[in-house]
């Protein structure tokens, strides 16, 4: 399968690139893939505490209303950098296979990109048409009040919530393909393919 866009921009073999090329990921990729780990991991947490405690609750000293203002302005930062990625990944070219990927596991890989790029997308705007149409609202970081475009709908709310809530659940049996792939190569083959997505050239 190749992997090289159309418009792709070369550099020379061994040197520290900020976007992607034959021989690697460039420093953009590394940086966004690694924020949008961790804004994922922080989304899945704070979710899962904000659905189970009550109203008048707190979890380690912070309340729910917290909890819910964090995911709704977490998520809506994940989806500016996720346009930044993409915007990334169309320039330059993908880097070739790593040598030791089976056909299958490029298969894999290749699908299983397209659908972590789609989730990028598809959770922060579900949440977004969500928490509007059911007039919630978004206070952002606690701060800021964003307007509401949409109003109470409630058909929408109750579609938006559900695709949101069962795209979760998808997408995280997504992620835990992905990472099984990579400790796979890591503990298994020991090819250090995890290197490929660390700063420096992998
Ligand atoms: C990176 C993006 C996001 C991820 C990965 C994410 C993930 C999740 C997860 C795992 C849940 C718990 C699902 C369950 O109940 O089992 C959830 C719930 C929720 N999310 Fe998000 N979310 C994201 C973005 C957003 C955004 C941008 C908003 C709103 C602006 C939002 C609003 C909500 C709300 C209100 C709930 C509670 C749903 C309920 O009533 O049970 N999310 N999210
Ligand atoms: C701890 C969790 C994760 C680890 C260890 C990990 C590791 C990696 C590695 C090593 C690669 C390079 C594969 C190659 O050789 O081509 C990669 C690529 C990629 N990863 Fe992850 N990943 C993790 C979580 C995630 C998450 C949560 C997402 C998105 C929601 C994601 C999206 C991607 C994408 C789209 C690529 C392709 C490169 C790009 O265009 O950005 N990863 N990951």
Redesign the pocket.
Known sequence: MDRAAPHALRKGPGTVSMINNKEG?GAL?KL??WL??IL?ALQYIGANIMTRIEWEDTFAGLSQAFYYNWHKSLGLVALGIAVF?LAN?YMGR??D??PT?TNGEQRF?HRS?QV??F??FFMPITGYLYVMSGGYGVMLFGIWQLDNPIGKWPEMEFVTKWMHIVCAWV?LAG?LG??GV?LRHQFIVKDG??K??LPGRG
């Open positions: 990921y990729t966004f893939h949008i780990v994922f990625r990944r993908l880097p296979w790593a990927l890989i990109e972590l790029y989730a990028m997408l992620i992905h990472l990579v393919l995890i490929r997505m």
